[in-house]
């Protein structure tokens, strides 16, 4: 299990280190940069991204190099995208009560674990990969639509969850019988007895 923590570190924590082992204010910071102090200040608080030419001044004025401080930058802002997605997929997690997430464990679809609220926002991610779709809703727009594409024997069979899964294993399947039939048969032959 990947453990991510639930916070973030922006570049202006390195900024701030450097400025307090140098014994130097963030004035003086702005004056060697030829930033203002607000810039210098949004900078250090994460509110303002390090770019190129920001990060060449840094190297010159702080040390290390461009690189160094536009990753710093990148990890941050993926940090963030990663904590927006971590409670996004938390918001998301009542849909599994429309899927048959059991079934789809114990078919091997998504990795079996127990549905508790801290295993719940994995799943959520794991499903709409299995899916093929961003969010919920475009899992909802995208299946409802093709619930009256098929005929159903009793009215009450209309659990758009269970035939979505079912949908999405076929169109999985097809994709993966027609990806290994497109293969020249010498091909396959001339492989097949390496495994």
């Avoid at 060697?32 to 900078?43: D, E, F, P």
């Avoid at 048959?100 to 674990?113: R, S, T």
């Amino acid at each position: 299990m990947e453990i991510t923590p639930d916070w973030v570190s922006p570049p202006g924590d390195t900024i701030a280190d450097i400025l307090e082992e140098r014994d130097w204010t963030q004035v003086q910071l702005s004056e060697r940069l030829g930033y203002t102090t607000k810039h210098i200040s949004l900078l250090i608080n994460g509110k303002a991204p390090i770019n190129e030419e920001t990060a060449l001044k840094l190297e010159r004025v702080l040390g290390s190099t461009t690189a160094f401080w536009l990753n710093r930058e990148a990890q941050y802002r993926a940090g963030l995208v990663r904590i927006e997605e971590e409670n996004r997929l938390k918001e998301w997690t009542s849909w599994l009560d429309q899927l048959p997430v059991k079934e789809l464990m114990n078919q091997g679809v998504i990795p079996k674990c127990r549905l508790i609220e801290k295993n719940k926002p994995g799943l959520v991610k794991k499903l709409l990969q299995f899916f093929g779709v961003a969010s919920p809703e475009n899992w909802q727009n995208y299946y409802a639509g093709m619930e009256v594409a098929f005929r159903r024997t009793r009215e009450n069979q209309s659990d758009i969850g269970a035939i979505s899964t079912w949908l999405r294993l076929g169109e999985i399947r097809e994709y993966n019988r027609v990806k290994f039939t497109s293969y020249p048969i010498a091909y396959l032959n001339k492989y097949s007895n390496k495994y």
